[in-house]
């Protein structure tokens, strides 16, 4: 913007010197971008952006990448199907023998569209069926149980509720309790059998 008003100005017959003020630069920046507008005409004004560093996958070498990660890591010689920044970073070095560093793997991936999900961690056990079950039975029960604290503290409740847990143990012996010691709280102490 400031070139662009520079070039008006100078087109004016402005001085270096007052242009300079006006846009707020150097008299010697002035003093190149007018050897410019006579050189170029207002085209050589334009900024040319900073092309950066040449990417070191070509697009066609991304295209080949992204067909290998689409056949799945399992297929790529890794024990679990799951990509990895470390895993793709490996895939890189060993097809096209260029080394990543992982953490700059994830640029590479952002660009080809890829996002990261984390896996959903769920037991090998697990029953559907029971989950439902429980949630739509015993769950709306447990949540419609009223709690009485009849104003007592956060502190003397767990102590009484671990009392009341701790006496319904078998073996139970009274004054041995944990949790009868100020400060123990639930958390510390361990069940056991006297």
């Known amino acids: 913007m400031r ?40 085209g050589a004004l334009t900024a040319k952006p900073h092309p950066g560093r040449r990417p070191r996958l070509s697009p066609e070498q991304k295209k080949e990448l992204e067909a290998v990660l689409l056949q799945g890591a399992r297929a790529a010689g890794f024990p679990t199907d799951l990509w990895t920044l470390p ?7 060993t097809h096209f023998g260029v080394r990543y560093h992982p953490g700059h793997v ?13 896996p959903e961690r769920r037991a090998r056990e697990r029953d559907e069926e029971a989950i439902q079950r429980w949630r739509s039975e015993r769950w709306p029960e447990i949540k419609k149980r009223p709690v009485k604290m009849d104003g007592a503290s956060s502190f003397s409740t767990k102590v009484a509720l671990c009392f009341n847990l701790w006496c319904a ?4 012996h009274a004054g041995r309790h944990p949790c009868s010691t100020v400060g123990s709280g639930m958390s510390g102490s361990r069940l056991s059998r006297r």
């Open 3 to 42: 070139r662009k008003i520079a070039a008006r100005m100078l087109s004016q017959g402005k001085g270096i010197q007052e242009v300079a003020e006006a846009v707020g630069v150097t008299s010697t920046s002035v003093y190149r971008w007018k050897r410019a507008l006579e050189e170029g005409g207002p």
């Open 169 to 172: 143990a078998p073996g139970h």
């Open 106 to 118: 994830w640029y590479i991936l952002r660009d080809m569209g890829w996002s990261a999900q984390k």
């Open 87 to 93: 895993r793709v970073a490996q895939i890189i070095e």
